[in-house]
């Protein structure tokens, strides 16, 4: 019998609540054991194709939305979660969907889809839960994010900058807001010489990371070694985004 009781301890949700509002993320080691990793990982592996089941970056990439109905482990991360973020963002929070992803390493001659992956999610808040499913490592193609990139300043004088968030010129023509869906690396490289410093989350497996995605600039860095299991819950999405009847 798997034991099932809620891992979040309220006095981890404390630190959230004040970690969300300055650094727009909060990281919490040893959630959910080695076992319970496994097993996703296993069901991961039996899903190769079908409804709400996307195959990208050359066959690398595996992403299955939906995982919580497909799954009974993702079930579980996803009823914690639902109850551990309405805690912190003090709102009655349901994730949208789930999407468990596998990434395996790219290969070495594959230019293309290594560059263009630094993003923010949209202009509102995005939180997102991650768990990470194998333990990460600088080559496995680890979540990477740029702190302080989610502050009002920085973001409203990027908001600002012609192309670094939105394409002034189209917007003008169009009459419409569109965010880059992706910001160059010739946009992202200044922003290091100015003191920015990436953060690879590098963890163990059942490892949780709380973060806002919309805020805070990220990528998947590609992978050239080992890959990388993880589940996202996404929340405050619009209706039915990525949900599907499986
Ligand atoms: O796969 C990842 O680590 C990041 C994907 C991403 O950009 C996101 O979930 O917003
Ligand atoms: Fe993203």
């Known amino acids: 019998?798997?034991?099932?009781?809620?891992?979040?301890?309220?006095?981890?949700?404390?630190?959230?609540?004040?970690?969300?509002?300055k650094d727009s993320y909060f990281l919490m080691p040893n959630i959910y054991s080695k076992n319970f990793c496994e097993k996703i990982k296993n069901d991961i592996d039996q899903v190769t194709s079908g409804r709400g089941v996307e195959i990208n970056f050359g066959g690398t990439e595996t992403r299955i939305w939906s995982a919580q109905k497909r799954f009974s482990g993702v079930k579980r991360f996803f009823d914690d979660g639902n109850q551990f973020i309405s805690s912190v963002?003090?709102?009655?929070?349901?994730?949208?969907?789930?999407?468990?992803?596998?990434?395996?390493?790219l290969p070495e001659e594959d230019k293309k889809n290594k560059l263009g992956r630094w993003h923010a999610d949209s202009w509102r808040s995005q939180e997102k839960l991650f768990l990470f499913l194998s333990d990460t490592t600088e080559n496995s193609g680890p979540l990477e994010f740029i702190p302080n990139t989610h502050k009002f300043f920085f973001r409203l004088q990027k908001a600002l900058e012609p192309g670094f968030f939105f394409n002034h010129c189209s917007m003008l023509k169009k009459g419409s807001i569109r965010a880059y869906s992706s910001i160059s690396d010739s946009k992202i490289e200044p922003l290091f010489d100015k003191g920015y410093r990436s953060k690879p989350v590098l963890v163990?497996?059942?490892?949780?990371?709380?973060?806002?995605?919309?805020?805070?600039?990220?990528?998947?860095?590609?992978?050239?070694?080992?890959?990388?299991?993880?589940?996202?819950?996404?929340?405050?999405?619009?209706q039915g985004y990525h949900d599907y009847d499986v």
């Open 1 to 21: 019998m798997i034991k099932t009781s809620y891992p979040y301890s309220s006095e981890m949700t404390t630190k959230a609540i004040s970690a969300m509002k």
């Open 204 to 238: 163990k497996a059942g490892t949780v990371l709380l973060i806002d995605t919309a805020k805070l600039i990220h990528r998947a860095r590609p992978c050239s070694k080992d890959g990388r299991y993880a589940l996202t819950a996404y929340y405050k999405t619009a």
């Open 89 to 105: 963002l003090k709102q009655d929070l349901v994730a949208g969907t789930i999407l468990a992803i596998k990434n395996n390493p």
